[in-house]
């Protein structure tokens, strides 16, 4: 499985990776929303896309807003990783077609939590 790593903090970016590709993602990275959707425009293929709140350029909700829209993008899983905790702006991002949402900070087991209720981690990564 491939993920798309979207967060303007490189640090934060290495985070997620990390983790993801311990469970065993295959990662490429964005500092913001624009430039995931770049990858996206451009053919890549990605089922799942972890996307920062709060970004230069391109915020999250405004991404994934845009992928939404594109219905060749349908099948692709959404998961905010924010530290927007406030209950109104989980209520929007899952609106706007996130299917979970993860508020920074957060451990890899919580990734992979988040992961195993969407489907998307394999039975032996659970164990």
Request: net charge negative; hydrophobic share 45%.
């Amino acid at each position: 499985m491939r993920a798309l790593v979207i967060d303007d903090s490189r640090t934060m970016r290495r985070i997620v990776s990390g983790a993801l590709e311990k469970l065993g993602f295959e990662t490429i990275q964005a500092e913001h929303g624009r430039a995931a959707l770049d990858h996206l425009e451009a053919g890549e293929r990605v089922d799942l896309c972890c996307i920062d709140w709060n970004m230069p350029v391109m915020d999250g909700l405004t991404f994934v807003t845009e992928v939404r829209a594109n219905p060749a993008w349908r099948a692709i899983t959404l998961m905010m990783v924010t530290t927007e905790s406030e209950h109104g702006q989980i209520v929007r991002a899952l609106a706007a077609g996130a299917h979970e949402y993860l508020i920074k900070p957060f451990t890899p087991d919580a990734i992979r939590d988040k992961l195993d209720l969407l489907g998307l981690v394999a039975l032996e990564e659970t164990a």
